[in-house]
């Protein structure tokens, strides 16, 4: 099974911790992975900013570096739901509509085509999980609180069988952490506020760490944390079913 | 709460300055919201039940045309007495006319986004008559001289030391007594008085029946039932998207709507108009006012579903945090935003853009509007007629620029993180740089994935 | 051309392509039994009797006129006050109206909801300017939900008619629930059991 390994252009700028773990974990599982050097960004800052006109260049880019794989895998639901979404191609459509029915977010591809339902890793500590909306909304990687139907998760179901974790979660199981993308600038008191409350639900959990499958939601709550001087540190889910 | 600021990032800010009130705001809306949660819950066939509420919508718009005429046909049988208002303007001068024709200089009036859409208040006041709002929160709030900040809830905004102060200064009551009963039963016996003196009512309109040619009024306080009944004239004021088919649709409808908006099985009444009472007089004015607009717009016409239950706004996290007002439009809330654009794109441009799209208004809505997916598809729609920001559209166009070439992006990248590492301070201005006002950055890697990659794999 | 004429002219110009209605004619197995009517009618602060006859109601009655209360007395059984006259009265007549004793003809199991229509209410007032309201309801007219509600009664059959569940309440004051805004105070439902 060939993967291309896609890694969002903030992890690979700033958490590349993330990337080396996914990559491991793939690999660790089977799965013979590639990556496309030359990838840059899925387009998704621009075009949920409305200008989603500007992202063909990112769009043809994307095309163009994801070929010849089976599955293309991402540590990020926002990301890879943006790829499945909205990808397009102008030069090469058809291989648009391709990688857009093999793109999966980690977690995703681990249980839904790997079929794992444990993972052999350690991480004793008390870890809050962050429902990251993309993912669970727009890749149903879980059920959702607003909807009455059973309840699942994707993430969760490997999370909970690593050796010595507590998974807790916040009262409020899946509200929004405040990132939003652009909206983390252009609606800045709401987003930093959304982030405060989010973070402040956690830590009545006495949590050590908090975890999910998008960085960026990470790396806004890890912003505040870091402004508060708190103990509590965030780490992708990727590193968790990595560690040990 | 300047609610003159045409911009939802300024209001908000303001309005989160206050964090205590902030978080008392988002507290009791999430209640409102999880008491929603409870309600659905004991309804196994909830899920069942919004598909077949979004089918009959959908299956209504499709044919609105046919469907408001045999409403008309059927009212007219009646005896009720139907007017057509293209837009605000019209609504405006038909319901005065009525009221002038009458002779009438004071009128109660009970629930209706749409004639607050429509600021018919603002029009009738003008124009010599009183106007008595008689919800017990919008009474409350038309004291105070502001607009609704919630389509069901109007005065969620205020605390019960501010309604008392306001009642205070109207009413009379007691200085400083916060009890609601307290407070309640002096607004009901100021308002009875006000049902007993007037002949004219305007009510909004829940649901019109084409089938029968009638119409369905939910309230909890019975305002629009004192009012109507005591009236000899009532005036019924519906968007043209009120519509639905058949009596057996109700059903669907009654289930649906109070468990979203209050977390309450049904409304306290239900109240089925058909035909006038002896000697009395029923007008239903139905308004377009942009609506048959949006009917045309294929992205957004599923915004006329909506039955305005609310659920939305309570589920919003941006709303909660900012309060009706900020959104400075009558229909505030995730609904609002995808309303108001088809009115006026230059004012309203700010709205799509006030959610972090995370998608859980689409889900408590009972008649599944894709919320979430309409106000991305209007934020490319406004960006394209151009109503950014000069710094925006610059800002999208390098990240474009820089993020389709795979060399400069690298470039970019390793350069900035250098920065970061060597002199931050450049970066850290609290002022000039949103991100840092409330956030520290993230630490600046020597290596990127792609640099590692190259180093340890290939 | 008509106001009218320009609305739906414009809307059949925007309109989008057909969309059928899909079949739905309610769902099975839902509950309608007397206690869960009483569970249901609790939650709302409605209080509930139950008898085989009709004497208790007439008790009550007699017993809130001699009291001095204003009653008014619309059960069919019973001897009708002045109909006629009733329908014309007005609010300012009917503002000092205590008790209100009026018959339901269905009542929904799932809200706790009881249909009325100007057969009983004679006129439409008095349910919502009585101080306090009693509905008498029989036990074999309890339907399950909603849609077994609208596929019992016609709501066109008057010229109005009202789902009522429960007493007059508000929560527009800081979210606390107050019961008795606008309407009646108070709301007293008796089953009759046959």
């Known amino acids: 099974m060939k993967v291309g390994l896609f890694i969002p252009c903030y992890i690979d700028q700033f958490y590349p911790q993330v990337g080396i773990a996914t990559l491991q974990i793939l690999e660790k599982n089977g799965c013979e992975v590639v990556f496309p050097l030359n990838q840059t960004c899925c387009g998704q800052p621009m075009a949920n900013s409305g200008f989603n006109h500007l992202s063909n260049g990112c769009n043809e880019n994307f095309t163009e570096n994801f070929v010849g794989v089976d599955y293309i895998v991402c540590p990020s639901g926002s990301c890879t739901l943006h790829i499945k979404d909205h990808l397009t191609s102008a030069k090469n459509p058809e291989q648009a509509v391709i990688i857009r029915k093999q793109v999966y977010e980690l977690t995703e591809f681990l249980v839904d085509v790997l079929h794992l339902t444990k993972i052999s890793s350690r991480f004793p500590y008390r870890v809050g999980f962050h429902s990251s909306c993309h ?62 409350d989010r973070i402040h639900q956690h830590a009545q959990n006495s949590v050590d760490y908090i975890t999910g499958v998008d960085m960026s939601c990470l790396m806004h709550m890890e912003g505040i944390l870091k402004r508060q001087n708190s103990s509590i540190k965030v780490i992708h889910i990727a590193e968790i079913l990595n560690a040990g | 709460m300047n609610t003159t600021a045409q911009k939802h990032a300024t209001n908000a800010a303001t309005y989160i300055a206050d964090e205590q009130r902030t978080n008392w705001h988002d507290e009791t809306l999430w209640f409102v919201r999880h008491k929603r949660d409870l309600a659905a819950t004991k309804v196994p066939e909830w899920e069942a039940l919004r598909n077949t509420a979004s089918n009959i919508k959908e299956h209504t718009l499709s044919n609105l045309d046919l469907y408001l005429a045999e409403f008309e046909k059927n009212a007219l049988q009646n005896g ?33 986004m749409l004639t607050e859409e ?19 929160g919008e009474r409350i709030v038309q004291f105070r001289k502001e607009i609704p900040s919630h389509i069901v809830l109007p005065a969620i905004h205020l605390k019960k030391e501010d309604v008392s102060d306001t009642f205070h200064q109207h009413l009379g009551t007691e200085k400083d007594n916060n009890d609601p009963q307290y407070l309640t039963s002096a607004a009901r016996v100021h308002l009875r008085n006000k049902f007993i003196e007037s002949s004219l009512a305007i009510t909004g309109v829940n649901f019109a029946i084409a089938e029968t040619g009638g119409f369905v009024v939910c309230t909890n306080e019975g305002n629009a039932d004192m009012g109507t009944h005591s009236a000899n004239i009532h005036i019924a004021c519906m968007g043209i998207e009120k519509i639905i088919p058949q009596q057996k649709h109700l059903g669907v409808f009654t289930r649906l709507l109070a468990r979203s908006a209050t977390g309450q099985a049904i409304t306290t009444y239900t109240s089925h108009f058909h035909r006038p009472q002896k000697n009395k007089a029923i007008h239903v004015v139905i308004v377009d006012n942009g609506r048959s607009t949006q009917l045309g717009r294929k992205d957004f016409r599923n915004s006329l579903k909506c039955i305005r239950c609310g659920a ?34 230059k004012r309203y441009a700010d709205l799509p853009f006030a959610s972090s799209l995370c998608g859980s208004c689409s889900n408590v809505c009972p008649v599944k509007i894709d919320i979430h997916d309409q106000l991305w598809k209007w934020r490319q729609e406004l960006m394209k007629q151009g109503y950014s920001n000069w710094y925006k559209k610059l800002m999208m166009q390098s990240m474009a620029f820089v993020l389709s070439k795979p060399k400069l992006y690298r470039f970019t990248g390793k350069t900035a993180r250098i920065f970061l590492r060597t002199v931050p301070f450049l970066f850290q201005s609290k002022s000039l740089n949103p991100w840092y006002k409330n956030r520290e950055f993230p630490a600046a890697p020597k290596q990127s994935f792609t640099e590692w990659y190259k180093q340890n794999k290939k | ?142 339907v399950a939900d909603m849609h077994e509600a609208y596929a019992s009664i016609n709501i066109n059959e008057d010229g109005y008619g009202v789902f009522i569940s429960g007493p007059s309440k508000t929560a527009d004051i800081e979210q606390s629930l107050v019961i008795g805004a606008h309407g009646p105070l108070s709301l007293n439902v008796f089953i009759l059991q046959f």
């Open chain 3, 1 to 142: 051309m008509s106001n009218r004429n320009i609305i739906l002219d414009k809307i059949k110009k925007n309109k989008p392509e057909f969309i059928a209605l899909s079949e739905f004619n309610g769902f099975d197995n839902q509950q309608k039994s007397i206690d869960l009517l009483i569970e249901t009618l609790k939650t709302i602060k409605t209080e509930t009797t139950v008898g085989n006859n009709i004497t208790p109601i007439q008790d009550k009655i007699n017993l809130l006129k001699k009291e001095g209360n204003v009653v008014l007395n619309l059960l069919d059984e019973l001897n009708a006050d002045e109909k006629e006259a009733l329908i014309l009265k007005t609010a300012a007549d009917l503002a000092s109206l205590d008790y209100a004793f009026i018959r339901g003809q269905i009542a929904v199991a799932e809200n706790g909801a009881i249909w009325l229509s100007d057969k009983n209410t004679i006129n439409r007032l008095v349910p919502f300017i009585c101080k306090h309201l009693i509905l008498v309801i029989e036990e074999k007219n309890i």
């Open chain 2, 80 to 112: 009720i007495i139907v007017h057509w208002a293209p837009d605000a303007a019209a609504h405006n001068q038909i319901v005065h006319s009525i009221i002038k024709e009458a002779g009438i200089k004071q009128i109660v009036k009970s629930k209706s």
């Open chain 1, 135 to 196: 993912g669970q909304r727009g890749l149903h990687l879980s059920s959702m609180s607003e909807q009455m139907l059973p309840h699942f998760s994707k993430p969760e179901l490997l999370l909970n069988t690593i050796e010595g974790i507590t998974v807790l979660k916040p009262e409020r199981v899946d509200e929004c952490c405040g990132f939003g993308g652009t909206f983390s600038i252009f609606e800045e008191a709401v987003s930093s506020k959304m982030g405060k």
């Open chain 2, 312 to 345: 939305c706004s309570n589920t919003c996290p941006v709303f909660r945090r900012s309060g009706g007002h900020s959104y400075h439009i009558a229909v505030a809330g995730p609904i609002g935003s995808i309303l108001a654009p088809n009115i006026d794109m």
């Open chain 2, 118 to 136: 429509c600021h018919l208040n603002e029009y009738l006041i003008q124009n010599g008559i009183e106007v008595v709002d008689t919800d017990l």
